[in-house]
């Protein structure tokens, strides 16, 4: 299995800069896309940024050039920076993986325990 630790968030000033990352570790043969989703309460999750092995890389729309994922499959981490952080930012970050493990013919997906990332104003 997966285990996705996360580390990065916290509070930051409006229009500050935070850099989430999230290493994975476990039994796996192969990890395809990695990514990151938000939440606030009462409302789904969504897609923040993900990018796969070769490194194609898709944002939510709400992104608008202000946060870049990034991978190192040497070290099974994501990262992802963000800029220009709003009050529309608040939320719990969870970062996620699909992977090839042991013992299952198709990959699946797994999630981090999730990082809040609060902005002051």
């Known amino acids: 299995q997966v285990q996705l630790v996360e580390s990065g968030g916290g509070l930051v000033q409006a229009g500050g800069s935070l850099i989430l990352s999230c290493a994975a570790s476990?039994?796996?043969?192969?990890?395809?896309?990695m990514g990151w989703y938000r939440q606030v309460p009462g409302k789904q999750r969504e897609l923040v940024a993900r990018?796969?092995?070769?490194?194609?890389?898709n944002y939510g729309d709400f992104v608008k050039g202000r946060f870049t994922i990034s991978r190192d499959n040497a070290k099974n981490t994501v990262y992802l920076q963000m800029n220009s952080l709003n009050s529309e930012d608040i939320a719990v970050y969870y970062c996620n993986c699909n992977a090839q493990v042991p013992g299952m013919v198709l990959p699946r997906d797994y999630w981090g325990q999730g990082t809040q990332v609060t902005v002051s104003s």
């Open positions: 476990g039994s796996f043969f192969r990890i395809n896309a």
């Open positions: 990018i796969t092995s070769g490194g194609t890389t």
